[in-house]
């Protein structure tokens, strides 16, 4: 019995853990409520106001709780260069940069909801950058577990690499932006999933961390499967 009880006490959050959640939920509330109040106009969809948080907060548990396992600079090299990689593609396929521009230079949307402010805008000649801070923050976030997964994978730089994209939480992000972007407007599912694109993002941007996480964690991956 006692077993028992102290391993379901490695589950149960600390005071300390729970004040600071607390902690951070109230401020997020504070400043809807700002913006809600100052803001003229502003928009009230509890979905528009409340989605920014989950991947902000999500993120920001990814890169406290998730450590890398030890290993040569080699292959950590190996995973900053995926993961470079695999973060140019998403930030690419999800709008966070194109090529071309309209030539209106750097400005900053500040009357936005929380979340959503404060956004960098960038148009060049031949570049269009657009940082809004939940994406970067959930795109960012997304990648590191990228990276962890090679470097974790023991099966050398090429398993790591294999591993990665075999496990679908890697490439979700990638297709679900891709799909997106290339179906035709007219179409049925398109316009359903453009009127519930924040929704169905943030589902697919939580799946995919509980996934990359699991790999991490539990080594549930192709190859992991096939060590095993």
């Known amino acids: 019995m006692s077993t ?99 030539g209106t230079g750097l400005r900053t949307v500040l009357a936005a909801p929380p979340g959503f402010s404060p956004t960098l805008i960038y148009s060049g000649a031949t570049l269009g950058v657009v940082l809004i801070p939940w994406k970067v923050a959930g795109y960012l976030a997304l990648s590191y577990l990228v990276y962890v997964t090679v470097v974790d994978a023991s099966g050398g730089v090429a398993g790591g690499v294999l591993g990665l994209f075999s496990c679908v939480s890697c490439v979700l992000p990638i297709v679900a932006s891709v799909v997106g972007g290339v179906a035709g407007v007219g179409a049925t599912l398109y316009q359903a999933a453009l009127l519930q694109s924040y929704g169905v993002s943030t589902v697919v941007f939580v799946t995919s961390v509980g996934l990359l996480y699991a790999v991490h964690r539990f080594d549930i991956s192709v190859v992991g499967w096939l060590r095993g």
């Open 4 to 102: 028992q009880t102290s391993d379901l006490g490695r589950y149960i959050p600390e005071p300390r853990s729970l004040a600071l959640v607390a902690i951070v939920l109230n401020a997020e509330l504070l400043l809807v409520f700002l913006y809600l109040v100052l803001i003229d106009g502003p928009a009230t969809d509890p979905l528009l106001l409340g989605f920014p948080f989950v991947w902000l907060n999500v993120a920001a548990l990814v890169f406290l709780k998730v450590r890398p396992a030890p290993a040569s600079s080699r292959r950590r090299a190996a995973g900053a260069a995926v993961a470079v990689g695999y973060a140019l593609l998403l930030a690419y396929v999800g709008g966070v940069f194109g090529l071309g521009g309209q």
